[in-house]
């Protein structure tokens, strides 16, 4: 049974750009939660999909987006990439009604920005 | 607002000595607990968990963990720490009943031989 995974494991891209990355839940999951974990610090909520919808968000600027997929599968878009957000991205998965959606993490793309 | 407090930043303990790592929560309601690990350059591996019922919950590699709702605290144990041991770890509140983990800042445990 496969976790949950994610792609790509690094990325380094420069101010100003876009980028997007991708994660796949676990077998049965069918919520999708992204946290940014910056250097030293535990991981931070960004915003949570169920049934390609958002449902949950922290607070964290328009320039973060997200999409989820009818595989349940979900992406995270950044634009206008500032230094401040190189961090390590995680993806987390869950099922929802059971009984609690205890989150179940992917390793996670290293994002450096230049 | 909802928090999660872990006082210690790095702690070091001899392999086979016993271990103890402290977390402390701000939470309105019953809260939902968690404890999870974090290698190095690694995602994050769900120790054991808290929801209701019995205080003392054990969980995965010889953890256990004790909710006291008194002290607001949820604080991890082990009787015997093992040299794989050595990692970083958060404890963390989920919001609500499908909500997000509130994490603390970790503690990152280094084992002495």
């Known amino acids: 049974d496969a976790g949950v995974t994610q792609s790509p494991t690094h990325l380094i891209k420069t101010r100003g750009q876009q980028v997007t990355l991708r994660c796949s839940p676990k077998?049965?999951?069918?919520?999708v939660s992204w946290y940014q974990q910056a250097l030293g610090q535990g991981p931070q909520f960004i915003f949570q999909?169920?049934?390609?919808?958002?449902?949950q968000r922290g607070n964290f600027p328009d320039r973060f987006s997200g999409h989820q997929f009818p595989n349940y599968s979900s992406e995270l878009n950044v634009n206008a990439l500032l230094l401040g957000d190189s961090a390590l991205y995680l993806c987390?998965?869950?099922?929802?009604?059971?009984?609690?959606?205890?989150?179940?993490f992917g390793p996670g793309t290293r994002l450096t920005v230049l | 607002a909802q928090s999660v407090t872990q006082p210690d930043i790095h702690i070091t303990v001899s392999e086979g000595a016993s271990l103890e790592l402290r977390c402390n929560y701000s939470?309105?309601?019953?809260?939902?607990l968690f404890w999870y690990v974090q290698s190095p350059g690694q995602g994050l591996q769900l120790l054991l968990k808290?929801?209701?019922?019995?205080?003392l919950v054990q969980g995965i590699k010889g953890f256990e963990a004790e909710f006291k709702r008194s002290q607001s605290s949820f604080n991890l144990r082990k009787p015997s720490v093992h040299w794989s041991d050595a990692a970083e770890y958060f404890c963390?509140?989920?919001?609500?009943?499908?909500?997000?983990?509130?994490f603390g800042k970790g503690t990152k445990l280094s084992v002495k031989p």
């Open positions: 963390a509140v989920g919001e609500g009943s499908q909500g997000n983990l509130i």
């Open positions: 939470y309105g309601a019953t809260p939902y």
């Open positions: 077998s049965g999951h069918d919520t």
């Open positions: 999909y169920y049934e390609e919808e958002e449902r």
């Open positions: 808290y929801f209701s019922g019995d205080t």
């Open positions: 987390a998965s869950s099922r929802t009604g059971f009984p609690y959606g205890t989150q179940y």
